[in-house]
């Protein structure tokens, strides 16, 4: 396999984290024989790669797999003639006394299925440990661990990018073998994330008392999934686009954005209730609808996008009430002080300032 000329990294990044890599491998292969191609809001044009480029993807795992977005990207870009192509997923590195790794599971290989299907020769490909960032679930990762752990994946991506750029391979390792067997395993999770659990999660999100308007969030969103409501009173809103990237969490300068816990728990109730269910046993005790009906693959198929409807509207009407009730200020302070992430550190790459995205 031969060297490649230049250099294309499609990056994906919420915390700074995957731009971080990304910044690594421009800066092992020159930046001037480099292009960085930022996933996000604005659909950056995909253009066939140039006859001796190498394509590179960059992202976090989110859910043990690819946000949405990246397979939406890497479903865009051109078709090629094996043109090399490798990937990167950073995943969700901890400290606690040792590097306790993440599992990215299928995220790289429902990527690298996507650009083997467009043509692309796969190179390499590589589950990164970062500090983790979610922040929805963990406090941020104090400075010293996050050096050690981002100390550990500089040394691993130059290691990585030495065999690439020199034209060998990176695929069969025991942690690839790893985590393809363990990707396989949690499909059904990553799955459920992808159809349903992203959008709960992007409800989640709202601004505590301490947010001034100022809409930073808004702006900055990767996705564009937070918009400013409000006449005089201006506060951002979550909108399904979210990805949960932890962007806006991490670099709030007043520290401002929250997940709800206990809202998490109101929509565990309202979303599993089985709205199908309760209609099918209406309809049975009307005479409507018979016991052999019940059991054909078409109802059940009906019933399960009923199901599914209603978990969304619930998401979105539960989080629309939500969202009103917080603007009064005692019940922001109310559900603020009862949310584990008021009191949770904030995490970003600490080399990393908004500017950088
Ligand atoms: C919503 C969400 C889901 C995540 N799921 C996983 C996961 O399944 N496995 C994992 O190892 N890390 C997971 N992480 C951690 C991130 O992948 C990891 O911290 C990554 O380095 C963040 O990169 P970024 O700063 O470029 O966004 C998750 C993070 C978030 C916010």
Redesign the pocket.
Same mark, same amino acid.
């Given at each position: 396999m031969k060297e490649c000329l230049s250099l294309c990294l499609h990056v994906f990044?919420?915390? &700074?984290? /995957?731009?971080r890599a990304a910044h690594w491998l421009a800066e092992g292969f020159g930046w001037e024989r480099s292009r960085l191609v930022r996933i996000g809001r604005a659909k950056a044009p995909v253009t066939s790669p140039a006859p001796d480029s190498l394509t590179g993807f960059i992202f976090?795992?989110?859910?043990?797999t690819a946000p949405c977005i990246v397979l939406r990207h890497a479903l865009r870009m051109p078709r090629t003639r094996r043109a090399p192509a490798f990937i990167i997923a950073?995943?969700?590195g901890t400290w606690p006394g040792f590097l306790l790794p &993440?599992? /990215?599971?299928n995220a790289m290989y429902l990527v690298a299925l996507i650009l083997l299907c467009k043509g692309y020769h796969i190179r390499g490909l590589r589950g990164l440990d970062?500090?983790?960032?979610?922040m929805s679930l963990h406090w941020g990762l104090s400075q010293r661990h996050a050096a050690k752990i981002i100390a550990r994946g500089k040394r691993d991506i130059e290691k990585f990018a030495g065999k690439i750029f020199a034209g060998r391979r990176h695929l069969l390792s025991l942690n690839n073998l790893l985590e393809l067997v363990l990707g396989i395993a949690f499909f059904p999770i990553s799955a459920a994330y992808l159809i349903l659990g992203r959008f709960c999660?992007a409800k989640l999100f709202y601004a505590n008392w301490r947010c001034t308007g100022c809409g930073q969030c808004a702006r900055d969103c990767p996705v564009g999934g937070i918009i400013l409501k409000g006449n005089e009173v201006k506060r951002p809103f979550w909108t399904f686009a979210c990805e949960?990237?932890?962007h806006c969490m991490g670099y709030c300068p007043e520290k401002a954005v929250e997940t709800s816990h206990p809202l998490a728990i109101v929509f565990y109730y309202t979303g599993t209730f089985s709205l199908a269910g309760a209609l099918s046993a209406w309809l049975m005790r009307s005479h409507l609808l018979t016991v052999s009906l019940q059991s054909a693959f078409w109802f059940r198929a009906v019933h399960l996008l009923i199901n599914y409807g209603y978990m969304l509207l619930s998401f979105f009407l539960v989080y629309w009430l939500f969202y009103h009730l917080v603007r009064i200020p005692a019940l922001n302070r109310l559900f603020t002080s009862l949310t584990l992430t008021h009191y949770y550190r904030r995490y970003h790459?600490p080399g990393m300032i908004r500017k950088d995205f």
């Open positions: 990044s919420g915390t &700074g984290n /995957s731009l976090p795992t989110h859910g043990f950073s995943r969700a &993440g599992l /990215s599971g970062m500090p983790s960032n979610w999660l949960s990237c932890m790459e």
